[in-house]
């Protein structure tokens, strides 16, 4: 069973630049999550979808931040303008609803110059 | 306001020997709590997980004991292995649709030879 896949794997920016990354999660899981992990922090959820619906973005920059999954399956996330303090890894995981267990992808690692 | 508590920051422990974490959580609505595992340059994988009806899971060398009263919940490696090297956190969710996770900030082991 192939994994969460997410792309790039690394990106690097001018602060104000505009920025965006791409989850596709495992092939049926209906809930997918976007979280941002600072260096030596655990992961902070920034916003979960249940098919193409939000169902929890109260953690999201939404001044800077969207994210969208079009037909409830890949999911973008973007930042707009990006700032120094958003270098982070930005990680995207999904799982079957209601199951619990999450499967979590690589990760892009953002650097915000 | 950090939800989830995580000790220690750190922690070394001879191969052979028992690795503790330990955290401890204030929401009372948190009703699943899993542990994941990040390597460096990966994303978080689950290791084990319980459920609060049980004071206790064991799947091979890893427990997880659960105290509701207190509100708190460790992870114990027994016969500790150089591969167990890694940073742990610990994490936990609410029940119904909205079940992204709150994460502990993390402990980096390290098992010496």
């Known amino acids: 069973e192939a994994g969460v896949a997410q792309s790039p794997r690394y990106k690097i920016i001018e602060k104000r630049q505009s920025v965006a990354f791409w989850c596709n999660p495992i092939?049926?899981?209906?809930?997918l999550y976007w979280y941002q992990q600072i260096l030596g922090q655990g992961p902070k959820l920034l916003i979960q979808?249940?098919?193409?619906?939000?169902?929890?973005d109260s953690q999201l920059p939404k001044d800077r931040f969207s994210a969208e999954r079009l037909k409830g399956v890949d999911s973008t996330l973007k930042i707009q303008p990006a700032k120094l303090e958003d270098s982070a890894v930005y990680l995207c995981?999904?799982?079957?609803?209601?199951?619990?267990?999450?499967?979590f992808g690589p990760g892009t690692r953002l650097t915000v110059l | 306001q950090q939800q989830v508590k995580q000790s220690p920051q750190s922690l070394i422990v001879q191969k052979g020997g028992i690795s503790i974490i330990n955290c401890a959580y204030e929401?009372?609505?948190?009703?699943?709590f899993p542990w994941y595992q990040q390597f460096p340059g990966k994303g978080p994988a689950l290791l084990i997980a319980?459920?609060?009806?049980?004071s206790e899971k064991k799947e091979g060398r890893f427990t997880i004991s659960f105290n509701k009263s207190a509100k708190q919940f460790s992870l114990h490696i027994m016969d500790s292995q150089p591969g167990d090297s890694a940073t742990y956190f610990c994490?936990?969710?609410?029940?119904?649709?909205?079940?992204?996770?709150?994460f502990g900030k993390g402990t980096h082991l390290i098992i010496q030879p």
């Open positions: 979808f249940q098919n193409n619906g939000v169902v929890d």
């Open positions: 994490a936990a969710s609410m029940g119904g649709g909205a079940d992204g996770l709150t």
């Open positions: 995981a999904s799982s079957l609803a209601g199951v619990g267990e999450q499967f």
């Open positions: 319980i459920r609060p009806d049980v």
């Open positions: 929401n009372t609505a948190f009703d699943y």
């Open positions: 092939s049926g899981h209906a809930t």
